[in-house]
Every structure is written in C-alpha cells, then in structure tokens.
C-alpha cells in the first residue's frame, strides 16, 4: 500500500503539516495539475484562498518524466548533469523549451491570471512531490516578482536529500522524506492524470 490514496489525502497530510498558518494571511498556489488537487484539501482544511502558479517542466527526450529544468513567467532553469544525462544537445532543449513555452501560455490562459494579490503575504506553494525539484524552485521564483513576504514549499513527499535554494524558498515542509525515492507516482495508489476541467472547477 503506498504513502497516499490520492492527491486529496496527500493534501489532508500536507494541510496537517501546516496547521500554524491556519487563520493567517498566507495564500495557498498549486502548481497544476496535480498539485492544484492537492493545494485545495490544503486550502479548504486551512480557511486559506487558493490559486494557481503555473509552471512547465522540461522533460528529458525519451524519458519525459524526467526534468532537465521547467519554466514559469519570467523564469528558465536548466539543470546541465541532467541535460547530461539525458544525453540531449542545446537544441533538444530548445525545442523541448520552444513547446513547452507554449503549453505554458496555454495553461496560464486556461487557468485565469493570477488573481490575488500577494505582496506582503505568506505565499505556500503547493506540488503533488518533488522529484528534481525543478518545478518547484521555478514557481517559487517566478512569485518573487509578487513581492509575497514569505514563500512557503510545501508537498507530501520528496527525496530525503533534497531541499531547495534558500534564494527561491524561505520555509520548506514535506512530511514524508523519503530515502529511496525514483518517481512521485510511487507513492500514491491513485496517480491518474487530472484534466484542465478539473484544475478550472477547484480554482
């Protein structure tokens, strides 16, 4: 039996880990899809608004699951061990990026602009996982122009090693760090693809 159900309960978990921002300021940012589902059982078990931050991430060719970097507005992260390991040149990632900043703009148009105003809030940006992080750290970065007090990571579960920049992460909670860790997906018994319906009808 793995660690989750599904997204929602992950979520409960998640919401149990950050009970101290109940009744505060914060605001709660999935990361869609996934973590969109996970970010509402967040926010409806904290009384805390809830929107998007949308972000894409660069998959290696032939093993798109796995991240060589992501982009979100106004930010690019390419990891060069992982363009390495992929064995991908300079334009695989291009023409990786050149899609995926398409998808971008489509995702941000079918979500809606960021609607709520997060200067001088308590940002919690929430994912389904991490596994490179890419994702994650992107968000993050791409909020700093929001100008929140604080920003927050927060997933159900991720790499024991891991942990992000200091630069894109002011507080990082992850109740489950675990050791051998290969793929978010592992860990819930439900990990089926959510649909933009779905994303759109929770925010």
């Given amino acids: 039996m ?3 159900a599904d997204r929602d ?5 998640l919401a149990s880990a950050l009970e101290s921002w109940r009744g505060t300021d914060a605001v709660v940012l999935g990361i869609p899809r996934g973590g969109v589902v996970t ?3 967040v926010s409806t078990a904290l009384g805390l608004p809830l929107d998007a931050v949308v972000v894409r991430k660069l998959g290696a ?3 798109e699951e796995f991240a060589v970097g992501a982009i979100a507005d106004g930010v690019r992260i390419v990891t060069p061990s992982a363009v390495r390991w992929a064995g991908m040149s300079e334009t695989d990632v291009e023409r990786v990026e050149k899609a995926e900043r398409n998808e971008l703009a489509r995702r941000t148009t079918a979500f809606g602009a960021p609607f709520i105003d997060l200067e001088g809030r308590t940002a919690i940006v929430v994912d389904d996982g991490v596994a490179t992080g890419s994702s994650a750290i992107a968000a993050c970065r791409a909020l700093r122009s929001r100008q929140p007090s604080r920003i927050v990571l927060a997933v159900p579960v991720a790499p024991a090693k891991w942990s992000p920049p200091a630069d894109a992460v002011d507080e990082y909670v992850c109740p489950h760090r675990e050791r051998d860790f290969w ?5 819930y018994d439900d990990f089926s693809q959510t649909t933009d319906a779905e994303v759109t009808a929770l925010l």
């Avoid at 309960?9 to 978990?13: E, I, T």
């Avoid at 793929?183 to 860990?187: C, D, E, F």
């Fill in 183 to 187: 793929a978010v997906g592992q860990y």
């Fill in 39 to 41: 970010a509402a059982e």
């Fill in 9 to 13: 309960a992950a979520g409960r978990v």
């Fill in 61 to 63: 060719t032939g093993h």
């Fill in 2 to 4: 793995a660690l989750f």
